[in-house]
Structures are given as C-alpha cells and as structure tokens.
C-alpha cells in the first residue's frame, strides 16, 4: 500500500523559511516521478514542483519559480520542499504526492 506522509508545515511570518518532508512508503520510490500539490483555502488544487525519478530534472509552478526547491533522497525514501521568501498567497495544504495518490497534506499558513 502506498504511503506518504508529509510534515514540516506550521506558522511563518512572509518572507520566512520552511523545509517540507515527505516519508514514502508502499512502493519502489526511486523509480517515480514525484510531486508537491497545493490547496489554498476554497481553491483547487495547484501543483507547485514536479521531480524526476533521478532527481535532475525539477520544474516549478510560475508562483514560486526561484523561491521554492524541490529535492530528494531515493536512499531514503524522502522527498523534500524548501520554501524561501514565502509569501500570504503560499497558504495552503501541502500535499506530496505520486500519480494520483497524496498524503494526509501538511498546513503552511504565512501571516504576520
């Protein structure tokens, strides 16, 4: 059964920092393309970063081009977001996610 299990969310004021982590589980995690997907509140889903299953290929949502990074450790079974100048618009349930499948999300909130 897959599994994925994000943390690392909470409370920062704009222009702060956090790191997202995912712990994943269930399947051969070093040979899927993975992703992290976003839900502000009464909004739809937006996917903010996709890597590869090597982890040298990335791209990013325009929203938060050159601000967030997406990285792995296929030794681990992790997958990661580090979130740099965040902004209020950030908000929102994080989700890391495979195919279709996504975790339980984790709660970013930006406000001063």
């Known amino acids: 059964e897959v599994q994925l299990v994000e943390s690392g969310g909470g409370l920062v004021q704009p222009g702060g920092s956090l790191t997202l982590s995912c712990a994943a589980s269930g399947f051969t995690f070093s040979l899927y393309v993975m992703s992290w997907v976003r839900q502000a509140p009464g909004k739809g889903l937006e996917r903010v970063s996709v890597?590869?299953?090597?982890?040298?290929?990335?791209d990013y949502a325009d929203s938060v081009k050159g601000r967030f990074t997406i990285s792995r450790d296929n030794a681990r079974n992790k997958l990661y977001l580090q979130m740099n100048s965040l902004k209020p618009e950030d908000t929102a349930v994080y989700y890391c996610?495979?195919?279709?499948?996504r975790g339980q999300g984790t709660q970013v909130t930006v406000s001063s």
């Open positions: 996610a495979k195919d279709l499948i």
């Open positions: 890597i590869n299953s090597g982890g040298g290929i990335a």
